[in-house]
């Protein structure tokens, strides 16, 4: 059974950083492009991150510089180091595994939460 | 950045009722689009990639269809498990990716 477990969510000051980590299970996690996509209470859902099999990473523009994302493939372990965090940036954040053949999700983890708060 | 604009943004329908959500792209995309369904406190599940094709264990009263702007999901009979909000995203424009604002579908 394909798996994806996140860990590493929690409460933290304005401007602090914080490290989500991304177990995968069930399938061949080297041969695969993966990403975070996080969700604010009560909102839609928006891409932060994606990093492909070869090690290139990708961000949209409101965490560019400020987050980066990591693979272990020896650990089938996927991260995501948050610096400078903003209030904004308050959400459930999903790790998800690319689509073998298309840029869709496919599975999700279940979301780890990220509070951001002084 | 491509923009997805999703309509309604919620709808209310009665179990057995066909419901259409519809997802407008900022500019052509081709096929390059997924559907998703969440519910309460659960992560999204994919339900429809590439427009119109079915993802392996969904329904069959789910269905995509449309090309280059314009896309819709149907379900064709509505059942008491399909109250959910719906998400579209895009994908032609890989790895640069984004969503819909998402359709709740809610019980009358």
């Known amino acids: 059974e394909v798996q994806l477990v996140e860990s590493g969510g929690g409460l933290v000051q304005p401007g602090g950083s914080l490290r989500l980590s991304c177990a995968a299970s069930g399938f061949t996690f080297s041969s695969y492009d993966m990403h975070w996509v996080r969700q604010a209470t009560g909102k839609g859902l928006e891409w932060v991150s994606a990093?492909?099999?070869?090690?290139?990473?990708y961000y949209p523009g409101s965490v560019k510089g400020r987050f980066t994302i990591s693979r272990e493939n020896a650990k089938n372990s996927l991260y995501l180091q948050m610096n400078s965090l903003r209030a904004g940036d308050t959400a459930v954040y999903y790790c998800?595994?690319?689509?073998?053949?298309?840029?869709?999700?496919?599975?999700w983890g279940q979301g780890t939460l990220v509070t951001v708060s002084s | 950045a491509i923009q997805l604009t999703q309509s309604p943004s919620s709808l209310s329908a009665s179990v057995g009722d066909r419901v259409t959500i519809t997802c407008r792209a900022s500019q052509g995309i081709s096929s390059a689009l997924a559907w998703y369904q969440q519910k309460p406190g659960k992560a999204p599940k994919l339900l429809i990639y590439d427009a119109s094709s079915l993802e392996s264990g969904v329904p069959s009263r789910f269905s995509g269809s449309g090309s280059g702007t314009d896309f819709t999901l149907t379900i064709s009979s509505l059942q008491p498990e399909d109250f959910a909000t719906y998400y579209c995203?895009?994908?032609?424009?890989?790895?640069?990716?984004?969503f819909g604002g998402g359709t709740k579908v809610e019980i009358k």
């Open positions: 998800a595994r690319g689509g073998k053949t298309g840029g869709w999700f496919d599975p």
């Open positions: 990093i492909g099999t070869a090690g290139d990473t």
């Open positions: 995203q895009q994908f032609n424009s890989y790895p640069l990716l984004t």
